[in-house]
T-cell receptor
Framework: GQQLNQSPQSMFIQEGEDVSMNCTSS?????WLWYKQDPGEGPVLLIA?????ELTSNGRLTAQFGITRKDSFLNISASIPSDVGIYFC????????FGQGTRLTINP | EAQVTQNPRYLITVTGKKLTVTCSQN?????MSWYRQDPGLGLRQIYY???????DKGDVPEGYKVSRKEKRNFPLILESPSPNQTSLYFC?????????????FGPGTRLTVL
């Protein structure tokens, strides 16, 4: 079945650093989504990507839909304490599949 | 306020004791879904419903039941819970099945089965 490999599983960074995470798959997806989950909350959509090669920004966040349609990355620039949380990628073909998540921890 | 609510938020129970986790949305969404979240596995879909009286299995349906008698409610039923169902559960809704980008998640229910 369709599976996503999300990496890294966890990140420990200093405030102000840039962050990069990615998801890869052996399957082709039509849509890539990036969610953030704050502690004790449900995931919230950050960015949605609909076309291969698409590059989309949302404030300090930038995500790209890989040209092969099998991968996507999310970058966060100049991290701040409220960026802490778990970030999930999700790809959609016939159904929506989630990555394992990247837990981001920031040292002030 | 547009939202998805779940109750209870936390539940500790024993093996075999039937339980229901409620989910309600006030956005008139057709599509609703249940997920479980486990460390290292991300979110996995349990069941989904495309509209009233229409439900279907997701990736991990074993041991769960759902019903969709009204558009706003989508309860998750564990007839005989087992310890491997200890997990964090999320309900989600969206205007239509195809609009995954508009999927709204509830706050989660942390279930422990002893």
């Amino acid at each position: 079945g369709q599976q996503l490999n999300q990496s890294p599983q966890s990140m420990f960074i200093q405030e102000g650093e840039d962050v990069s995470m990615n998801c890869t798959s052996s399957s082709i997806f039509n849509t890539w989504l990036w969610y953030k989950q704050d502690p004790g909350e449900g995931p919230v959509l950050l960015i949605a990507l609909y076309k291969a090669g698409e590059l989309t920004s949302n404030g300090r966040l930038t995500a790209q839909f890989g040209i092969t349609r099998k991968d996507s990355f999310l970058n966060i620039s100049a991290s701040i304490p409220s960026d802490v949380g778990i970030y999930f990628c999700a790809g959609r073909a016939q159904k929506l599949v989630f990555g394992q998540g990247t837990r981001l921890t920031i040292n002030p | 306020e547009a939202q998805v609510t779940q109750n209870p938020r936390y539940l500790i129970t024993v093996t075999g004791k039937k339980l229901t986790v409620t989910c309600s949305q006030n956005m008139n969404h057709e599509y609703m879904s249940w997920y479980r979240q486990d460390p290292g596995l991300g979110l996995r879909q349990i069941y989904y419903s495309m509209n009233v009286e229409v439900t279907d299995k997701g990736d991990v349906p074993e041991g769960y039941k759902v019903s969709r008698k009204e558009k706003r409610n989508f309860p998750l039923i564990l007839e005989s819970p087992s310890p491997n169902q200890t997990s964090l559960y999320f309900c989600a809704s969206s205007p239509e099945r195809g609009a995954y980008n508009e999927q709204f998640f509830g706050p989660g229910t942390r279930l422990t089965v002893l």
